[in-house]
């Protein structure tokens, strides 16, 4: 069975960084969007950053271009989160996922999921 782990979350003060990982196991993901999701208490889940295995596509939302990079290593099955620049309003569980069928941001076309590394940002 496909097995996601994220690690790599913590506390960090405002403006500085922190690399998520997402150890991806239980099959190859050619063909597969490997993304990251971040849910905040109250909020719903919101899309951040997706990747395509495959070519290397990447697409993020707005309010993490610039500051985010995903990044994948397809020899240790590893997708990465850098993180740079945090603020409060980053802080949430940060959750890795992964599609077949190619990128994308929506979160019903996502069957697999990690169980979700805590990042909290403080002021």
């Known amino acids: 069975q496909v097995q996601l782990i994220e690690s790599g979350g913590g506390l960090v003060q405002a403006g500085g960084s922190l690399r998520l990982s997402c150890a991806a196991s239980g099959r190859t993901f050619g063909g597969y969007a490997m993304s990251w999701f971040r849910q905040a208490p109250g909020k719903e889940r919101e899309f951040v950053a997706t990747i395509a295995w495959s070519n290397g596509r990447t697409n993020y939302a707005d309010s993490v271009k610039g500051r985010f990079t995903i990044s994948r290593d397809n020899a240790k099955n590893t997708v990465y989160l850098q993180m740079n620049s945090l603020k409060p309003e980053d802080t949430a569980v940060y959750y890795c996922?992964?599609?077949?069928?190619?990128?994308?941001?929506?979160?019903?076309?996502?069957?697999?999921w990690g169980q979700g590394t805590q990042v909290t940002v403080s002021s």
């Open positions: 996922a992964a599609a077949p069928g190619g990128a994308t941001i929506y979160r019903r076309e996502y069957p697999y």
